[in-house]
C-alpha cells in the first residue's frame, strides 16, 4: 500500500507530513479498511455501489477502465482524508485519527461515486 502513502502525500502534503511526524505508517491508518474492501466503514448500499464500479471497469479489455477500477479502490482513503484534514492536522494522537477515519458515514452512494469520480 505505498501508493496510498505516495497518493497521500501529493494530494495531501501538510496532512501527509503531520501522519508521519505521529511515528505511525500511512498504510497503519487504512490497513482494517483495506482487508475488509471498505465493509465496516460504508452502508451495504454504498459499497455495493463501489463493488460494481469496480467490477465493471475490472470486466473491460480497455486498459483505461482496469485502470479506473484500481483508482476507485485507492480514492477512498483520499476522500477519507479530504473530508476530515482539517481536523487530523489539529490531532496528536494516530489512534484517533485513526478512529475519525474509520467512521465517516457515507449514505448516498451516488454522491459518494461522484466525489471518488472528483478524485480520480
Known amino acids: 500500500m505505498i501508493i496510498v502513502a505516495a497518493l497521500v502525500k501529493i494530494h495531501h502534503p501538510e496532512v501527509f507530513a503531520h501522519l508521519k511526524s505521529l511515528g505511525m505508517p500511512i498504510e497503519w491508518y ?3 479498511q483495506f482487508s475488509q474492501f471498505f465493509s465496516g466503514l ?3 448500499e ?4 463501489l463493488w460494481d464500479m ?4 475490472l470486466s473491460t479489455s480497455e486498459y483505461q477502465h482496469r485502470k479506473r477500477a484500481l483508482w476507485y479502490l485507492l480514492a477512498v482513503p483520499l ?4 473530508k476530515h484534514s482539517e481536523e487530523i492536522l489539529t490531532i496528536q494522537n494516530p489512534v484517533k485519527i485513526k478512529q475519525i477515519l474509520e ?5 448516498d452512494p451516488l454522491v459518494f461515486i461522484n466525489e471518488l469520480l472528483g478524485l480520480i
Do not use: C, G, K
Request: hydrophobic share 50%; net charge neutral; charged share 10%.
Open 46 to 49: 454504498v459499497l455495493l455501489r
Open 54 to 57: 469496480v467490477m465493471l471497469n
Open 42 to 44: 460504508f452502508t451495504s
Open 79 to 82: 476522500y477519507l482524508i479530504s
Open 30 to 32: 487504512f490497513y482494517e
Open 103 to 107: 467512521s465517516t458515514p457515507v449514505y
